[in-house]
């Protein structure tokens, strides 16, 4: 063999190296590796800090409670007691992949918990995350996403692995895709251009589902993002902090009827988030939530003020209005 060939080959075996452990370690902690085993896994669930973890029986790597159902949903589980104590499956109920929402006959009463194994997440898009419209009051509509500014054709990563629910055109949101995760929280990519991913695959955080575009009702290119939870939208800024932490609010956060409902915001300006980490906190944060009327055929600012035992003075002040303020059909009032 000639030097030339010599150093060749050391040149290609030293690449093939580097490309196996880049590869291996950005995939940590991730359920992915795990599929390079021969034949299912067994595991055995035990307590870690007061949470559930889950041991590979072969390796003794751990990991969380979502890899784990993601594991089994994938077929890569091996059948064992472990399972006879899962109390829900969050890949089974309401699985429907004709619907963007397929909660419509559910009722969730606030406040309610939401939990994450995890304290970290991946931005849905790459380079610097521009927020162009926040969840809150948008020209008198609801907006109960954000807007993340994009160029049609960049990458749109899903932010937590999961199971990919929907994968279709929505009359508004134009091309979407839908993301479950294990703890039963979807994620909603609006206006895409292309999908990158297909009803019921698994796939790992940060994993490419589509590109930016401009489709649906959509003034320019962007990625509409909603936080859901049982169909019920959640301020996307409560659950995810855009700062650039990648940092998710708590390992469990309760949600308060403010916190869902875009009323209480404005998608002109950020929202000030104070997460709510036990349900006394947060039975206590409605309390003192702000309240609203909707204005309707003949009400005026007195007609309020009596229902809501306030003087028009006030109304006017927590509105920001004077006294002489037109109302109209379906504006919507602060009361409190």
Not at 2 to 9: F, R, S
Not at 276 to 281: R, V
Request: contains cysteine; glycine residues 8%; aromatic residues 10%.
């Amino acid at each position: 063999m000639t030097p030339i060939h010599k150093h060749l080959k050391l040149f290609l075996s030293t690449i093939i190296f580097l490309l196996f452990h880049v590869f291996a370690y950005s995939q940590t902690e991730t359920f992915l590796p795990l599929k390079q085993d021969t034949g299912k896994v067994a595991f055995t669930k035990v307590i870690l800090d007061g949470r559930v973890y889950f041991r590979n029986e072969n390796t003794n790597q751990f990991i969380t409670y979502s890899e784990y159902l993601l594991l089994r949903d994938a077929g890569l589980v091996e059948q064992s007691e472990v399972d006879n104590h899962m109390v829900y499956d969050s890949f089974a109920d309401h699985w429907e992949g004709d619907k963007v929402n397929p909660y419509k006959d559910v009722v969730l009463s606030t406040p309610f918990k939401i939990q994450f194994d995890q304290t970290t997440f991946t931005h849905p898009i790459d380079g610097e995350i521009k927020v162009t419209s926040r969840f809150g009051r948008r020209r008198r509509r609801p907006h109960r996403g954000i807007d993340i500014d994009l160029v049609t054709g960049d990458a749109v990563r899903s932010v937590l692995s999961g199971k990919v629910r929907f994968v279709g055109y929505s009359r508004g949101h134009g091309k979407t895709v839908v993301v479950r995760h294990a703890n039963e929280i979807e994620t909603v990519y609006a206006h895409l251009s292309e999908y990158a991913v297909n009803t019921d695959d698994i796939i790992s955080e940060g994993q490419i589902i589509g590109k930016g575009g401009n489709t649906g009702r959509s003034t320019g290119s962007h990625l509409h993002l909603e936080v859901r939870y049982k169909g019920v939208c959640i301020h996307p800024e409560y659950v995810f902090n855009f700062d650039g932490s990648n940092s998710i609010r708590g390992a469990e956060l309760w949600v308060s009827n403010g916190w869902k409902s875009p009323r209480s915001h404005s998608a002109y300006r950020k929202s000030k988030v104070t997460p709510l980490f036990t349900e006394e906190e947060a039975i206590a944060s409605e309390k003192a939530e702000p309240r609203f009327h909707r204005v309707r055929s003949g009400e005026t600012l007195s007609h309020i003020a009596m229902r809501y035992h306030l003087g028009v003075r006030e109304i006017c002040r927590l509105n920001a209005i004077s006294q002489n303020s037109t109302l109209s059909i379906g504006q919507i009032v602060k009361v409190r």
